[in-house]
């Protein structure tokens, strides 16, 4: 089991902007999701080096070469405790 509950995140301090790395078969679990762009497969993120920083953009978790990227569905779960009505508790 992977020690984080996260893969890779890429982060952009000037834009307030962040990308997940995820299973590109599995994004479609995101859809639908106020906020969130998924990108297809095969779309260029231009990213630093791990080591450093280039200009604005930072990894917030660096990508540690075991391919592990974060699963869809617990982004989803994350971003829906966030969203709309989250604050004041949504009616079940």
Do not use: Q
Not at 15 to 35: F, H, K, N, Q
Request: aromatic letters at 8%.
């Amino acid at each position: 089991m992977h020690h984080c509950p996260s893969g890779p995140i890429l982060a952009c301090m000037y834009s307030r902007r962040a990308w997940w790395l995820l299973p590109a078969t599995l994004a479609d679990e995101l859809d639908g999701i106020a906020g969130v762009t998924v990108h297809p497969a095969g779309w260029e993120l231009r990213c630093p080096p791990v080591t450093n920083c280039i200009g604005s953009l930072w990894w917030l978790s660096i990508p540690d070469g075991t391919g592990y990227l974060t699963d869809p569905s617990l982004l989803a779960k994350a971003f829906a405790a966030t969203g709309p009505g989250a604050e004041e508790g949504t009616p079940e």
